[in-house]
């Protein structure tokens, strides 16, 4: 039986250009160590629901991504985190958006799959049921990085809300799908947003069927991209219905939604996906997309550019 996963770690303006060697090798590094955990994981017999948390936590821990630690800065100074995670065997999922020192978004949303009869939970209540459940939280200077606060000060000063970079377009959201050995398939999606936020703006990435949807009888999907562009598509739930409905493989929804129906309403971003016999996909119409694939009959690989798809 095959198994393994996908990873991304957001889409965007990425270029050979704007990287450096030493980040490079750091974003490697990182991306490797998720692939690596969760694989592990997925060898010794957990389900895909505890590997996908465990490549996102990874990820969510790294002040390299917007999630979790990384996360960017909000209008108010603050950080407000989207999460989200379903399952394909029984359509379990759960979800969050505002939670602000809840160190994992991903362990809060897998926290409500597992133990609440509601889907979603938002702001202070997300967090009363995270306390209940014993979820660690960190003080807000844990939060805190460099990079991101300089972001958040240009764009006060410019008045601008933009994902994760405006020059440099970037959205540094993470996100997992996973296949364990008994067949089943789940995926899970983490954000801090979009830069200087108001109004209690909520992604795609908080969203079941906008940036994260699971069915065995399909896929699962993570998304990343333009939040607004990819809630209106219902892009994760889309690319299942292509599947189921249409008829289409893994690949073909892939292409049709991320190459035709997000390019005609300008959507940029990507996403990952996988079914329930180990194929998958990860395409993105942006010039890149972090990400990685380590599946039980294929070298690990990792990469940012258009290289391989
Ligand atoms: N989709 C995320 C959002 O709109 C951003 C991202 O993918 O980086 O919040």
Same mark, same amino acid.
């Given at each position: 039986m095959k198994y393994g996963l996908v990873i991304h770690g957001g889409a965007g303006t990425i270029l050979p250009s704007a990287m450096t060697p030493e980040l490079e090798k750091e974003y490697k590094f990182c991306l490797q160590k998720s692939l690596d955990e969760a694989y592990q994981s997925l060898e010794m017999g957990s389900n895909?629901?505890?590997?996908? !948390? *465990?490549? *996102? &936590?990874?990820?969510?821990?790294?002040?390299?991504?917007?999630?979790?630690? @990384?996360?960017?800065?909000?209008?108010? $100074?603050?950080?407000?985190?989207?999460?989200?995670?379903?399952? @394909?065997?029984d359509l379990e999922a759960g979800a969050i958006s505002g939670s602000k020192t809840v160190r994992n978004p991903i362990l809060l949303a897998k926290? *409500?799959?597992? %133990?609440?009869?509601?889907?979603?939970?938002? @702001?202070?209540?997300? =967090? /009363?049921?995270?306390? =209940?459940?014993?979820?660690?939280?960190?003080?807000?200077?844990?939060? %805190?990085?460099?990079?991101?606060?300089?972001?958040? &000060?240009?764009?006060? &000063?410019?008045?601008?809300?933009?994902?994760?970079?405006?020059? &440099?377009?970037?959205?540094?959201?993470? $996100? !997992?799908?996973?296949? /364990?050995?008994?067949?089943? *398939? !789940?995926? @899970?999606?983490?954000? $801090?947003?979009?830069?200087?936020?108001?109004?209690?703006?909520? $992604?795609d990435s908080a969203l079941i069927g906008a940036g994260t949807y699971a069915n065995n009888k399909t896929c699962a999907v993570s998304c990343t991209g333009d939040g607004e562009y990819f809630i209106r598509a219902v892009s994760a739930y889309e690319m299942s219905a292509l599947m189921e409905y249409k008829g289409l493989n893994i690949k073909e929804a892939g292409q049709e939604l991320i190459h035709k129906k997000m390019v005609d309403i300008g959507g940029e971003g990507g996403l990952i996906a996988m079914d329930c016999n180990g194929n998958y996909c990860l395409p993105f119409n942006s010039a890149g997309m972090y990400r990685g694939v380590k599946m039980s009959d294929e070298k690990a690989k990792v990469g940012f550019y258009k290289d391989w798809l």
């Open positions: 895909a629901t505890d590997a996908v !948390c *465990i490549a *996102i &936590q990874v990820m969510e821990d790294s002040p390299l991504f917007n999630a979790g630690r @990384g996360s960017v800065y909000t209008h108010d $100074g603050t950080h407000d985190m989207d999460a989200s995670i379903m399952r @394909g065997d926290a *409500i799959l597992l %133990h609440s009869s509601h889907v979603y939970l938002t @702001g202070t209540g997300a =967090e /009363d049921f995270a306390r =209940e459940h014993n979820l660690k939280f960190e003080d807000e200077t844990f939060f %805190h990085t460099e990079f991101r606060y300089r972001q958040y &000060q240009h764009a006060l &000063q410019t008045d601008e809300v933009f994902l994760d970079h405006s020059d &440099q377009k970037k959205f540094g959201t993470v $996100g !997992c799908v996973a296949l /364990d050995k008994f067949g089943n *398939i !789940c995926a @899970g999606t983490s954000t $801090g947003g979009m830069t200087n936020k108001k109004y209690g703006r909520v $992604g």
